[in-house]
């Protein structure tokens, strides 16, 4: 039998590219739920299934029961308010770590955490690596940049602006800016629990360093598409989060561009500074930006996304 992994996040974006690397790796998953229903998107993955959800102990501790790891790779990137941030960012990974204080615990953060002056995320995210770093037993937090590829919804939007021949781009000419796609941040996460690094906070990304205009061309290239390239004043984007704010108050779901991410988009730099994990676990990231984008326009066009 080989060991067991408790996964967090299998559901979402990232947890079913990380669910299939782990199985690759002969690990025995158990992974959280949030109700019983047929899960396609980890088709073929052979896992014990825990109902409940982050918020619950007693989900949690059957979760964690006997596991060698934990994954927590669940998160909230966005939120009505900046205080329902909380309870998923850092209190479930406070819970997780006291259930299971033998485990060797691996947290996915976000380079937003590097920043947390500048959104309530950012925070919620450096607030939950600080509850994870004083565990006495094994961990590692692993900070990922900005992540695309197949199953992604955040960035479609780019995608469908630039197939329709516009490229829009904040208006910070300097910015420089890491990314990594889907499939390599899962590989990163499965060698991280197969080859433990020291304790520590790491940051992780495809081993390059892109600007906006990077991102376009290679966003055209992938679509046979020449974009034409919009560069947005911050005042502009900073009118659009006031909008979704002014709906969220009026109860309209979350949305991704409030103003705490304008402060984000406008930093002037989340390039990776250290890429020591990396060569810790032997990652070779299998996609750079121009495979990337070519790989997940193939998925979106083949569901009919784009």
Not at 239 to 265: D, F, H, S, Y
Not at 281 to 298: E, H, K, M, N, V
């Amino acid at each position: 039998m080989g060991k067991l992994v408790a996964v967090t996040g299998a559901t979402g974006f990232v947890g079913p590219h990380l669910v299939a690397a782990l199985a690759r790796r002969g690990w025995r998953l158990r992974i959280l739920v949030r109700r019983w229903t047929p899960l396609p998107s980890l088709a073929g993955v052979d896992a014990d299934l825990v109902l409940g959800d982050l918020s619950s102990e007693a989900a949690l501790r059957q979760l964690v029961r006997g596991a060698d790891a934990v994954i927590h790779a669940a998160g909230l990137i966005k939120a009505r308010r900046a205080a329902d941030f909380l309870p998923v960012n850092r209190d479930s990974g406070a819970l997780l770590s006291a259930l299971a204080p033998d485990a060797h615990m691996v947290l996915l953060s976000s380079l937003a955490a590097r920043e947390p002056q500048l959104s309530a995320y950012g925070a919620s995210k450096r607030a939950g690596e600080a509850v994870v770093a004083t565990r006495s037993g094994r961990w590692a937090i692993v900070r990922a940049p900005a992540v695309y590829g197949p199953g992604d919804r955040e960035t479609l939007a780019y995608f469908r602006a630039v197939n329709s021949g516009i490229a829009p781009q904040p208006h910070l000419p300097s910015a420089r800016l890491s990314l990594i796609h889907v499939a390599d941040l899962a590989e990163a996460l499965a060698l991280t629990v197969e080859r433990p690094p020291p304790n520590g906070t790491y940051e992780i990304d495809d081993g390059q360093v892109y600007t906006y205009e990077d991102m376009a061309r290679a966003a055209g290239e992938a679509l046979g598409r020449r974009a034409l390239r919009i560069s947005v004043p911050r005042g502009v984007m900073a009118c659009l989060a006031g909008w979704n704010e002014m709906r969220q108050g009026l109860g309209a779901g979350p949305q991704i561009l409030t103003q705490g991410k304008v402060n984000e988009i406008f930093h002037p730099d989340w390039s990776v500074r250290d890429r020591g994990l990396a060569a810790a676990i032997g990652l070779q990231p299998r996609y750079d930006l121009t495979s990337g984008f070519r790989d997940t326009i193939l998925w979106y066009r083949a569901k009919h996304w784009l």
